[in-house]
């Protein structure tokens, strides 16, 4: 039976507070260890994505050998809906998996494969472990738990029973109740815990991580020149600017040497060093955005960076917000994530009269396994 699968990547990740699909797990992000999942299993000829507007040029990029890559709707059954209008005509079956649910075994997308060969729909369960009850106006029923299950992805059934389901317009809250809905039964195969949702924060807390906090330090005096240009947090201020082998961004630097120092892998001399030529005048923001890819391709998701400026002038504090996108932006993290404090030295020492700008940064990075 030849079979397409679909990866779900549309969500919005309201419960989670960030976009879950992007957490690293090793070294690799949540929806790519799902698409990988599929792509790789043997019973699987293609995989196709719909992913989320913020979602679909990381996807197009990185989804490597995938069938299609498409925008997702509103819904999940929208989102399901495009993708099985992208299905080639010669697949005889089509499976819908969740890009949260990153951990799902290879026993789990056979089994469901053979069992839509079998009986033309199919789910993967787990029994559940808790009492349940089912709440109404009178108060609280309890359930008999015995008889039910957890229903997890991928779901999958042949096309012709999806093509029906979907010519309905009816919307569910998976695929097996789309079918059901239109009188498609679905068997149920043995699931597996470990094949969890990512749907809150919390749930990360099931997983192994590694917090790591990295430091980092730079200190650039004024330029001479009235004409340099001043850069401070990847933002451009009046000059002159500080002095230095590239745009001498003290604040940025000092970023990248936290990042760099939290995940083992030495500092911005090892890897931009002011003897080469290629630096000369180089936007300090390449250097940040390089960092944050270097981290990244070793599974680090950064948590929160602080970072504290130490001039007379100019007035960072006036432009803090500006600063803090700045940051993010070149990192790839949301703005609450980033902190910016300045002072000044009081008169004292040089930075004090004003002869340079320093800049302190910590930076927490983590690694799930």
């Known amino acids: 039976m030849r079979t397409v699968a679909v990866l779900l990547a549309a969500g919005k990740s309201e419960r989670f507070?960030?976009?879950?699909?992007?957490?690293?797990?090793?070294?690799h992000t949540v929806w790519e260890r799902a698409?990988?999942?599929?792509?790789?299993?043997?019973?699987?000829?293609?995989?196709?994505?719909v992913a989320s507007d913020g979602l679909l040029d990381e996807c197009k990029s990185n989804a490597a050998g995938a069938l299609f890559v498409e925008k997702g709707g509103a819904s999940r059954t929208e989102s399901a809906r495009i993708g099985f209008g992208?299905?080639?005509?010669?697949?005889?079956?089509?499976?819908?998996?969740?890009?949260?649910?990153?951990?799902?075994?290879?026993?789990?997308?056979?089994?469901?494969?053979?069992?839509?060969?079998?009986?033309?729909a199919a789910f993967p369960a787990v029994p559940v472990a808790d009492t349940v009850k089912e709440k109404s106006d009178d108060g609280f029923r309890t359930l008999d738990r015995s008889r039910l299950v957890a229903v997890q992805t991928p779901q999958g059934a042949r096309v012709e029973h999806f093509r029906r389901a979907f010519a309905s317009g009816a919307e569910a809250t998976d695929d097996a109740a789309l079918l059901e809905a239109?009188?498609?039964?679905?068997?149920?195969?043995?699931?597996?815990?470990a094949n969890i949702k990512l749907t809150r924060q919390e749930d990360l807390a099931l997983l192994q991580a590694e917090?790591?906090?990295?430091?980092?330090?730079?200190?650039?005096?004024?330029?001479?020149?009235?004409?340099?240009?001043?850069?401070?947090?990847g933002v451009l201020f009046p000059g002159p600017g500080l002095e230095g082998h590239s745009d001498a961004d003290a604040v940025l630097h000092a970023i990248v040497d936290a990042l760099l120092g939290?995940?083992?892998?030495?500092?911005?001399?090892?890897?931009?060093?002011?003897t080469d030529p290629r630096w000369k005048g180089e936007p300090s923001s390449t250097f940040l955005k390089e960092t944050a890819q270097k981290l990244a391709a070793e599974g680090w998701n950064v948590v929160n960076i602080d970072v504290s400026v130490i001039a007379e002038k100019p007035k960072l504090s006036e432009r803090r917000t500006e600063v803090r996108s700045?940051?993010?932006?070149?990192?790839?993290?949301?703005?609450?994530?980033?902190?910016?404090?300045?002072?000044?030295?009081?008169?004292?020492?040089?930075?004090?009269?004003?002869?340079?700008?320093?800049?302190?940064?910590?930076?927490?990075?983590?690694?799930?396994?």
């Open 17 to 27: 507070g960030l976009d879950k699909l992007q957490v690293r797990l090793g070294g």
């Open 35 to 49: 698409f990988t999942a599929l792509r790789e299993h043997p019973l699987i000829e293609a995989v196709g994505v």
């Open 86 to 120: 992208r299905v080639p005509d010669w697949a005889e079956a089509v499976l819908f998996h969740d890009a949260a649910r990153p951990f799902v075994s290879h026993r789990v997308i056979e089994s469901v494969v053979r069992a839509v060969e079998s009986h033309g």
């Open 182 to 193: 239109d009188g498609v039964p679905s068997v149920a195969v043995e699931g597996d815990p």
């Open 211 to 233: 917090v790591r906090t990295g430091m980092g330090y730079d200190v650039h005096r004024v330029s001479d020149d009235p004409a340099r240009q001043m850069w401070l947090g």
């Open 262 to 274: 939290a995940a083992g892998l030495g500092d911005i001399g090892d890897h931009y060093p002011n």
């Open 326 to 369: 700045a940051i993010a932006g070149l990192v790839g993290i949301g703005t609450e994530r980033v902190s910016v404090k300045a002072t000044t030295n009081e008169g004292l020492g040089s930075i004090g009269r004003g002869e340079g700008i320093a800049a302190y940064a910590v930076a927490t990075i983590k690694r799930y396994s």
